[in-house]
């Protein structure tokens, strides 16, 4: 490893946020993501699609994060606090048995016989 490459990464991991660190809105700190999401609610759509686009994003990419953020966690699918019926019985104890089928029904082949 030449010493260019270690002082580099050196570099990078002091610059980097601690692991248990939160940033803006729940994204990672010093993200892209939190950078536009923070432009977004600032300055607003248009320049925030710009600095993204310049970021080298998507459009894909930016329209899809622009309009999971104008929805708002509000309007998000709720979380339901119980299990729904039925799905709390699912324990080994619970299941059924194995139904036993008589032979009589399967029908159990008859052996091959040959002849020259």
Known sequence: MSTANSAKSKAQAK??????AEGY???????????IHQLYDREGADTAWTRG???????????????????????????PKTLPKGKSDKTPETLAKPVEI??????VPEPAVITA
């Open 15 to 20: 610059a980097s946020p601690p692991a248990g």
């Open 25 to 35: 809105k729940g994204h990672k700190p010093g993200s892209r993501k939190e950078t």
């Open 53 to 79: 686009r310049k970021m080298k994003l998507a459009e894909g990419t930016l329209r899809s994060w622009f309009g999971q953020w104008q929805r708002g966690a509000s309007k998000s699918k709720p979380v």
């Open 102 to 107: 008589p032979e009589a029904i399967i029908g």
